[in-house]
């Protein structure tokens, strides 16, 4: 078989560029193609190849330098489209220069954790000094045993022999060796990645470590991949699944309750949904992007956030007879919803969330007659004053 750099020295040769050809400037990103174009794909971003016209997501350069480089098994289809020979050298070159510059960052990875395994064990022999928890046999002790002559059938009966007490010694200073290398390489894992030093006494970390125990030397941690995707996913499941039987263990009883607000967050339009029940503090059920809904021209309306809702709420309540109440914030859209969800959780009635009845209350005092002209007096005093004293300051 043939391998990896083999085909990539065939893929290049065959793409030589004929005679007389245009030179374009080799790209050092597949981003500064201009076939290659980034875009919203549904909620995500991605990116959309304009020779075959086929849509990607997530934004991932080596596999887009491996759709236009036409290499195969890179977790993406390869360009369908038929790409001139100087333009597909391009690709090729890029790719090339991606592997060679992967392979020189897997080389420094590897220089880096030698290094810090270095580290690790200079740290680990100055930890077991000062813990000093139990002196150890001496050579000159051990040799003083053997020339008296101290052996296994010289000792009284019932008594360790001494070289089942130097092995005993040795496993336990392994043993010592081991926790102390232990404990300075969670040490420095907090310390390199600015962690707060309370997770040690986490409920999550201590079963880590209980698992960390059983398995074997052949055993690979996650990659990053992993833990962003496929374990996030399954972990993100399964909260999903606790959260909703919980919520609903009593539901029946005492009903469920809603709370729901929009929020901002670096360009990113949301809502966020929590349900509570009497014996569960309040969950978070749902927090739902707006992104594709308003890039689309829509609104955060009263009539979206309602069917926002009833699509969270109906696996929770598919009679519409457990929920009882929303709670919603005083601006007008959020409060028409709840109108709406009066009408279609007809058991349930919508009011004013905690932080804003007071804000609301002095909202509707100020809205009578006779507290409104006060208030306009005290404006035109105020702003009569600040104009005098105004006029004073430029004389």
């Known amino acids: 078989m043939p ?27 597949i981003w500064e193609d201009q076939y290659c174009q980034q875009c919203q ?38 360009c369908t489209s038929d790409i001139p020979h100087h333009e597909f050298q391009r690709y090729v070159n890029l790719w090339n220069h991606s592997k060679r510059r992967k392979t020189e960052l897997t080389m420094v990875k590897m220089t880096i954790t030698e290094d810090k395994e270095d580290k690790l064990s200079s740290s680990t022999e100055k930890l077991m000094e000062s813990r ?56 420095t894992f907090f310390h390199e990645n ?32 992993e833990i962003g995707g496929t374990l996030l996913d399954v972990n993100y499941k399964n909260v999903v699944e606790n959260n909703k039987e919980v919520l609903c263990r009593e539901a029946d009883i005492f009903g469920l309750t809603w709370l729901s607000d929009g929020a901002t967050i670096a360009r990113m339009p949301l809502i966020n949904i929590l349900g509570l029940c009497a014996d569960t503090p309040p969950t978070c059920v749902a927090i739902e ?61 919508s009011l004013h969330g905690g932080e804003h009845v007071i804000s609301l209350f002095f909202s509707d005092i100020a809205k009578l007659p006779q507290i409104k002209v006060c208030l306009c007096f005290c404006f035109f005093v105020f702003d009569s004053i600040l104009t005098i004293f105004s006029f004073r300051c430029l004389f």
């Open 3 to 29: 391998s990896d750099s083999e085909d990539e020295n065939e893929v290049c040769d065959a793409v030589t560029p004929p005679a007389g050809a245009a030179q374009f400037p080799a790209l050092k990103t």
């Open 41 to 78: 794909v549904g909620n995500d971003k991605g990116w959309e190849c304009l020779r075959c016209g086929r849509q990607f997501k997530p934004v991932h350069h080596t596999r887009a330098v491996a759709h236009y480089a036409k290499i195969p098994n890179q977790g993406i289809k390869v």
């Open 132 to 187: 000093n928890k139990k002196p150890k046999m001496s050579t000159e002790l051990r040799r003083y045993y053997e020339t008296i002559g101290m052996s296994k059938s010289s000792l009284p009966s019932g008594q360790t022999p001494i070289d089942t007490a130097f092995d005993i010694l040795k496993q336990t200073d392994l043993a010592r060796m081991n926790d102390a290398r232990m404990d300075m390489a969670i040490a």
């Open 194 to 225: 600015n962690l707060p030093d309370r997770a040690v006494n986490s409920s999550s970390f201590k079963i880590m470590i209980k698992y960390a125990r059983m398995v074997g030397s052949s055993y690979n941690t996650p990659a990053r991949q």
């Open 289 to 349: 992007d707006c992104t594709g809904h308003m890039t689309q021209g829509g609104k955060k309306d009263a009539v979206y956030i309602a069917s926002l809702l009833e699509e969270v709420i109906l696996p929770y309540d598919p009679d519409r007879t457990r929920t009882t109440i929303f709670w919603f914030d005083g601006a007008g859209n959020v409060q028409k919803a709840g109108r709406i969800l009066e009408v279609m959780f007809p058991r349930a009635y």
